[in-house]
């Protein structure tokens, strides 16, 4: 049939010349990004970071404003290191995804542009969480934000296998976020 097994393109198409991924593999999450960052009109630096850390096990990737996104995910770092503190563990995922989800919906009047991906692992393994600046939160195996999101579903759609080693699954991240790339070039 016509629909993916998992959730499809977030509704947000964060154009910002940004192309996220993450996926679950047997042994973990990839997470791959596209390194030009768009500022404005003309494409700024690529030293913009894509994928931040929130925590020794959880990582946030982002498409968006650049400016948007690692405000709220240094906040969600501070807020990260605040549980782990007060409860004596590292915070799982789904609740790190919760909070930022809930900061977003409490800050939806300001017209933020943000497009995450939490992944990581804790006691219930590897997970993946899309949060975006409506404060949708959905869980999910395979994500992809960004303008060229389309085309990265594509391929790892057709091309995501779950028995897959880590060096596989890396090839296929890498071949996905650069999938519109080449289409360009064919045409």
Known sequence: GM????????????????TTLSF????????????????GSFVGSKTVQK??????????????????CSFWIRKLRSEARKHELSQNRGISVAR??????????????????????????????????YVDNSGTCLQGDVFSVGSGSTFALGILDTELRSD????EAVALGIKAIRARRRLRKAT
Do not use: C, Q, W
């Open 24 to 39: 679950k593999f047997k042994d973990g999450v990839v997470a791959a990004v596209d390194s030009r960052a768009s500022i």
């Open 51 to 68: 994928i931040l850390p929130v925590s020794k096990h959880i990582l946030g990737s982002m498409a968006g404003g650049a400016a948007d």
């Open 164 to 167: 897959m080693s880590e060096d």
């Open 96 to 129: 790190a995804a919760k909070i930022l989800s809930s900061n977003l919906y409490s800050n939806r009047g300001l017209g933020l542009s943000v497009g995450t991906m939490i992944m990581g692992y804790d006691v219930h393994g590897a997970s993946i969480y």
């Open 3 to 18: 629909d993916p097994p998992t959730p499809s393109t977030p509704p947000l198409e964060h154009a910002h010349g940004t």
